[in-house]
């Protein structure tokens, strides 16, 4: 099922604001251009939704428990927006393998995400 560019926008300006509201995940977005961010952000999750190979979005130096939350909230945000399971999980496994276990900060992406 393909999905709207509206859709996978809103999608992820929705997780981001709850990003942005998590105390502990707020801070991995100060210096981060979140225009930039969102659209690389928007057209993995449009190619995951769709079925297609995302490639994986850009580490922000996230310790696994702050990364589960923020798949969490994706998948949330997905839920609340009627988006089947199957697509959800799809979601999720695209934007799951990028947690660093020892949460070392310093990856550097062309979207300005890292640190």
């Not at 999750?45 to 923020?70: K, M, N, S, V």
Request: charged fraction near 20%; aromatic fraction near 8%.
């Amino acid at each position: 099922m393909a999905y709207s560019d509206e859709v996978v926008r809103e999608a992820v300006w929705q997780w981001l604001r709850l990003v942005a509201a998590d105390a502990e995940l707020e801070p991995y977005l100060v210096g981060v251009d979140l225009g930039r961010f969102a659209d690389h952000l928007a057209a993995t999750l449009g190619a995951a939704l769709d079925g297609r190979t995302a490639d994986a979005w850009p580490g922000l130096g996230l310790g696994e428990e702050q990364h589960r939350r923020l798949v969490d909230y994706l998948a949330g945000v997905l839920w609340a927006l009627d988006v089947p399971q199957a697509a959800i999980a799809a979601a999720r496994a695209a934007f799951a393998g990028e947690a660093s276990p020892t949460g070392v900060a310093g990856k550097a992406h062309p979207t300005g995400a890292g640190r």
